[in-house]
């Protein structure tokens, strides 16, 4: 599956964001979905994750109360809406997708997005 997000930007801390992963193919809801994100000189970290068919998902504790992740499968797209934004979320966000829900919480998944910025300023 190829993987292509969307939707970051430049927005001011408290503000808010709906991310956009649009996958191809059509077999979309065969796949956990999750998002990651990577800050300039730290790691790769966990963000969210959601099943198949949206009924599990889970979230890091740096969004949980923050950010919800959800899908529609009509469309081939899994968002992930972020509010109450604060300066340490700027990262690059990436999507992932998987046929295995664990690997897409330990970031082992097989397909990734190109990733896309988001800066939120204090």
Request: with cysteine.
């Amino acid at each position: 599956v190829q993987l292509q997000a969307s939707g970051g930007g430049l927005v001011q801390a408290g503000g808010s964001l709906r991310l956009s992963c649009a996958a191809s193919g059509r077999t979309f809801s065969s796949y956990v979905m999750g998002w990651f994100r990577q800050a300039p000189g730290k790691e790769r970290e966990f963000v969210a994750a959601i099943s198949r068919y949206g009924g599990t998902t889970n979230y890091a504790d740096s969004g949980k109360g923050r950010f919800t992740v959800s899908r529609d499968n009509a469309k081939n797209t899994v968002y992930l809406q972020m509010n109450s934004l604060k300066p340490e979320d700027t990262a690059v966000y990436y999507c992932v997708a998987d046929g295995r829900y664990g690997a897409v919480l330990d970031g082992s998944g097989g397909s990734w997005g190109q990733g896309t910025q988001v800066t939120v300023s204090s």
